[in-house]
């Protein structure tokens, strides 16, 4: 679908490997200029090879912890500086620890909210004052999680919760600002975030990995795990004038695992 994205700048976080980096070759593919933000180097440097190896794009990347208060406004300033413009920004960076609430620390709960929540939330101040100028939008990548609460994802489900509401009052924001905000929840999607969590029932539960995967699949009431593609091609549509009137929108991408309304 040609989606009217061509030269527009999207900085992605969370870039260096799985839903992120199938984002930005979605965008790319698109023809999206990309800068790439996550904290292993070498992996985003190979991510960006191949971005412009494929595609007629620039690609620069930022290494950055965006734990730290002020990565997000330098990585926000590394890619204007680079392409003079910001159209999209995808927060998309942030993993959250699955355990026994009990087995849970005070540390670890402090983690968990300062990448996915605090970072969503500074990225997304950085970014503003330039996608209100390019009339551009942001997508935050969120998970189903938050939709009922689970004994090992307290953590998790807590800080999507809060995202999930975070995403609704920058939409509110955005309407008179001119900026679109929206979130995915994805499902049980194929990464190595996905293989940990087998890895990890496997063991407890001793099984192998077929039992483990149709396990998981059961729980979800559903027949397949999703792909990380398909979470990139909808926040390239997201990104894109075909979705002007999409606003404040969460988007569960999870095969009909969610069935609340």
Known sequence: MQLGLEQKVALVTGASRGIGAAIASELAAEGMHVCLVARDTAALQAVAAGLTAKNSIQASIFAADLRQPDAASAAVSAAVARFGRLDLLVNNAGATKRADFFALTEDDWMDGFALKFHGYVRMTRAAWPHLRTTSGSIVNIVGIGSRAGSAEFTIGGSVNVALLNFTKAMADVGINHGVRVNAINPGLIATDRFNRN??????????????????????????????????????????STKADFIQGSIIDVDGGATRSL
């Open 198 to 239: 087998v890895a990890r029932v496997m063991e407890e539960r001793s099984l192998d990995r077929e039992a483990v995967v149709r396990l998981l699949l059961a729980s979800h009431g559903t027949t397949r795990v999703g792909r990380p593609e398909e979470i990139g091609s909808l926040v390239a549509y997201l990104a």
